[in-house]
């Protein structure tokens, strides 16, 4: 059996996996980065290889600890931040250094993570990207406050997810009611938040464009 062979055997133990994690090939120490068996010790001392396929694999690892995902934030590689970004061990503090990258695909994954708080989804409000505002506009931990401002976002569908999210308060449909885009006011007037007032601005707003 090769190295490589053996790298990626699932039986193969974590002594051998890191004797196999310093080997020339970097095809070899890729398979060990995605062992199930590959260990956070192991996984850590690969965070620095030179090969950003074994780096990637280990923002990957479902071994990885917030430890070895907060030395990855800063990798030359967008793909490696993009699966930091996306990984479920990555913390809020993580989130918060991300939501600043200069890849609005790192910055979306972020917009889409379950432990973004409100405070990084407020910074990717005003996002120069729609998709990362539309991403905002649909996550479950995003206030009012910040539902108040995307809700006149020039992109129809941001304001679309808006009106769709359970936290819109009957004040921000009222807005949403009387929107350019049909499908928004429609969604509106349908919100399990909806007032008789909203669904009345929705019908009057309806039957002034037919």
């Known amino acids: 059996m090769t190295n490589r062979e053996l790298a990626q055997e699932p039986n193969t133990t974590p002594e051998i996996l890191k004797t196999l994690a310093t080997d020339d090939n970097p095809g070899v120490r890729l398979r060990v980065a995605q062992n199930p068996n590959t260990t956070p010790e192991i996984l850590k001392s690969l965070v620095t290889d030179d090969y950003s396929g074994v780096r990637l694999r280990v923002a990957l690892h479902s071994n990885t600890t917030p430890e070895i995902l907060k030395s990855l934030v800063t990798d030359d590689n967008p793909g490696v931040r993009w699966r930091v970004a996306e990984h479920p061990n ?67 569908g941001v304001r679309l997810r808006v009106a769709q999210n359970p936290n819109t308060t009957p004040e921000i449909l009222k807005t949403l009611a009387t929107d350019d885009d049909s499908d928004v ?26």
């Open 185 to 210: 006011r429609r969604y509106a007037a349908h919100h399990p938040n909806a007032t008789e007032l909203v669904r009345r601005l929705f019908l009057m707003t309806q039957a002034k464009i037919s």
């Open 90 to 156: 990555t913390t809020p503090e993580i989130l918060q250094v991300l939501a600043t990258d200069d890849d609005f695909v790192v910055r979306w994954w972020v917009a889409l993570h379950s432990n973004t708080t409100p405070e990084i989804l407020k910074s990717l409000a005003t996002d120069d990207y729609s998709v990362v505002r539309w991403r905002v506009a649909e996550h479950p931990n995003t206030t009012p406050e910040i539902l108040q401002v995307l809700a006149t976002d020039d992109y129809s």
